[in-house]
DNA sequence: GACTTTGGTCAGAGCCTCTGACTAATTTGG
DNA sequence: CCAAATTAGTCAGAGGCTCTGACCAAAGTC
């Protein structure tokens, strides 16, 4: 089966996305992180130094809270993420990084690297950079949070 | 809450995938072809012209077989695909885009070529261009496929 | 203080995806 | 040519993800 060399942009950006996933994923269990699933990284990805609170975290993933909620729960249960009270409003919780999550980060920030410059060496330096530039730049008329 | 301006290059990759994805879909759905999922989606754009086995659908969706299998039942219930045997293997069966595929295809590239070109647009050709060209290059260390 | 908005939860349903086990046709190695 | 291994696909079952709708409580508005 031949695959025609002119595919849709959007099938462009979402294979290297999945490829990097993928890699990080994989590294991440042989490190002993094998109990959460992409999805709920894909939440806990969000979270920032200083906590999140689930709905800012609902939005950034574009998921329901609910299911931020959800993946939430399980992240808290196995030990990645706490929720502290909001200072500044009774309603809200502040989901937080708990330090099994930081050793996690590392990992993953790392294989981040690895492959980004793997990339690099693929495409060059030049090209790597200005492919990063362009993402960048899309992300004004795509990313809703820009 | 201020979101630091380096993002990693997956979530870049991943915020203009989900924007097309996401565009694509909301004018399907106008267009009335709204009984079908982006899971099923995913796997229908992968149907080349001549039919395609499903296992091969699997691999190219990176999903198991038997979730494909599943897929592709509901598509076919929907009438976007029929499955024909393989004259070449009585093993296998082809799975073909039916004319209503065909239809929401033509929809669906539509937007996407519009999409393209506002992209082109905030980018400038020059950049979308190396856009393209360099996500093309990076098929070659990221698609199993490529 | 009533009304609206915002942060979050509970309940339920449907969809997606996987593992494991299996059948049948094809290919491979002697 | 036949036995063994591979390949195409299915069935069954379980678990995970995500949504809609309904709801409560705190905060902001007038």
Not at 13 to 34: K, S, T
Not at 68 to 96: H, I, M, N, S, W
Not at 99 to 124: F, I, N
Request: aromatic share 6%; with cysteine; net charge neutral.
């Amino acid at each position: 089966m031949v695959v025609e060399s002119e595919l849709n942009t959007g099938v462009l950006l979402f294979l290297p996305y999945r490829a990097l996933e993928n890699r990080v994923f994989a590294a991440l269990a042989e490190a002993g992180f094998d109990d959460f699933t992409p999805a709920q990284a894909r939440v806990m990805q969000r979270i920032g130094p200083q906590g999140t609170r689930l709905t800012e975290l609902a939005e950034q993933a574009q998921v329901t809270k609910q299911t931020a909620g959800f993946l939430v729960d399980q992240l808290e249960k196995a030990g990645y993420v706490r929720r502290v009270p909001d200072p500044t409003d009774k309603r809200a919780r502040l989901v937080c990084l708990a330090e099994k999550a930081r050793a996690a980060k590392d990992v993953a920030d790392a294989v981040v690297a690895e492959v980004e410059k793997e990339w690099e060496e693929h495409l060059g330096k030049r090209r790597m950079k200005q492919l990063r530039e362009a993402l960048t730049l899309l992300r004004e008329v795509t990313d809703p949070w820009a």
